[in-house]
């Protein structure tokens, strides 16, 4: 039976999954690097299903050539595929298990942003009677950066169920009349500053990659319509926080809902604490996490995971599927190499 090592947390959102892997026995496993090596070493582990945490080195370095570092999810900016690939190791995630969660965490938002949820149950919590007036979502506009699965999801639900004018921002090549049809954007273009004008919401659904840190910045806040609305359930590094804090605290925009921050636990920027500021909303990466996911996608994400593991390295078979690498580069040179893939 192969031995997987999973880290903690995601272990422990699918304990049961797990302990019934068929063909799989998946141990829970620390998350932080140097003792993920250790254990795999000592355990003589080769194949890992791993989350959000950055691994720079020692964990390439301790699994063997041929394994596979499976992330539990869809981000892969915590894995570096160069050094995985100059160590032959096989990178994949699991793309579509968590979209409708993501999405509907970013329609909630914008409800609680228009309806003033949170300001109103701070009130009764404190024992306030203070009724506040909201305003509907219909009419709005919202402007949705990135139009992958997440960000179409998002935006079809808000068009097609809300009634929102849905702009899209995409750099890619898109089938524009296809984003009408089937996901209700009235438009798509490339350029930000494009579907940022007349914006009510602008939301965030871009990777975190070296070029796209900081992707909304000081200048591009700037482009944003007074009393308009920031939300990320991307990537923290996306936003450069310090320029968020100096807009929101200065009142040009109406608020900002945030899962995700460029430091998680949330450290602030000096003298700029998000958490202060009474437009801020805030959630602890919890966009993904739902009742509905451990029930039916996290199976489905952990099986995609194992799938990817090879169970006998004594007969060569290519993978079927080369379609989830993320590094092409070493599935190509293990297509040649003694392994066998299930």
Not at 25 to 33: I, K, Y
Request: hydrophobic share 45%; glycine share 10%.
């Amino acid at each position: 039976m192969l031995k997987v090592a999973v880290t903690e947390l995601e272990y422990r959102k699918a304990e049961n999954q797990f302990a019934r892997s068929l063909g799989f026995d998946c141990v829970c496993a620390p998350s932080a690097e140097a003792d993920l090596a250790a254990f795999c070493r000592s355990a003589g582990i080769r194949h890992v299903i791993i989350g959000v945490e950055k691994y720079a080195g020692a964990l390439y370095e301790a699994l063997g050539e041929g394994a596979v570092v499976a992330r539990f999810g869809v981000g892969h900016d915590g894995v570096d595929k160069a050094r995985a690939t100059a160590h032959g190791l096989l990178c994949t995630n699991t793309p579509g298990a968590l979209d409708d969660s993501v999405a509907e965490h970013t329609i909630n938002l914008l409800f609680a942003a228009v309806r003033q949820t949170v300001a109103q149950a701070a009130c009764l919590r404190a024992g306030e009677w203070a009724p506040q007036m909201g305003s509907e979502l219909k009419g709005k506009t919202l402007a949705i950066v990135g139009c992958g699965a997440i960000g179409r999801r998002a935006g079809q639900i808000a068009a097609l169920g809300l009634g929102m004018n849905v702009v899209g921002c995409e750099v890619a090549d898109l089938d524009v009349e296809r984003m009408r049809r089937e996901f209700g954007f009235s438009t798509v273009v490339r350029d930000f500053g494009g579907a940022a004008k007349g914006a009510d919401f602008v939301s965030l659904h871009i990777p975190s990659l070296p070029e796209t840190r900081h992707f909304l910045n000081g200048d591009r806040l700037g482009l944003l319509p007074p009393g308009c609305w920031v939300v990320n359930t991307a990537r923290g590094a996306l936003v450069d926080e310090a320029a968020l804090f100096d807009a929101l605290a200065g009142g040009r925009l109406a608020g900002a809902a945030l899962d995700v921050f460029e430091r998680e636990p949330y450290a602030p920027a000096a003298g700029r604490d998000l958490r202060r500021l009474a437009n801020v909303m805030a959630s602890e990466a919890s966009a993904f996490s739902s009742l509905r996911t451990p029930a039916w996608d996290i199976p489905k994400r952990r099986a995609k995971a194992a799938a990817d593991m090879p169970r006998d390295s004594r007969i060569a078979r290519p993978h079927p599927d080369l379609g989830r690498a993320l590094n092409c580069a070493a599935f190509q040179a293990a297509r040649s190499a003694s392994i066998c893939w299930s």
